[in-house]
Nanobody, 125 residues
Framework: QVQLVESGGGLVQAGGSLRLSCAAS???????????MDWYRQAPGAKKRELVA????????NYVDSVKGRFTISRDNTKNAVYLQMNNLRPEDTASYYC???????????????WGQGTQVSVSS
């Protein structure tokens, strides 16, 4: 079954930077395409995940207002990967960050609403 595998979280001081990576992995069949890919986050104590940034297969980006000018989402369709460059981090960016794909099409099946396992980002003041 296809999975999204994330990396790149950690602890950083306010004003610092981190880069999150997420790649789709399928050990048996080829991945043919991935629709929109997104990064969500869930802060400690929050009930819901917040959509932080999204990117279409063609590269159109969207961001929540609180990260505009600080975060950049990008993707490499040849690697089935999406990235989130986070600059000028603030304590309020502290959260678990989750990669998400709207739909992944493989040579054998398609699957909707695929989530990564999450990676922790902690920003100290």
């Amino acid at each position: 079954q296809v999975q999204l595998v994330e990396s790149g979280g950690g602890l950083v001081q306010a004003g610092g930077s981190l880069r999150l990576s997420c790649a789709a992995s399928e050990s048996i069949v080829s991945i043919l395409s991935i629709d929109n890919m997104d990064w969500y986050r869930q802060a400690p104590g929050a009930k819901k995940r917040e959509l932080v940034a999204s990117i279409t297969p063609g590269g159109t980006e969207n961001y929540v207002d609180s990260v505009k000018g600080r975060f950049t989402i990008s993707r490499d369709n040849t690697k089935n990967a999406v990235y989130l460059q986070m600059n000028n981090l603030r304590p309020e960016d502290t959260a678990s960050y989750y990669c998400h794909a709207d739909r992944i099409i493989t040579a054998a099946y398609g699957v909707h609403d695929v989530w990564g396992q999450g990676t922790q980002v902690s920003v100290s003041s």
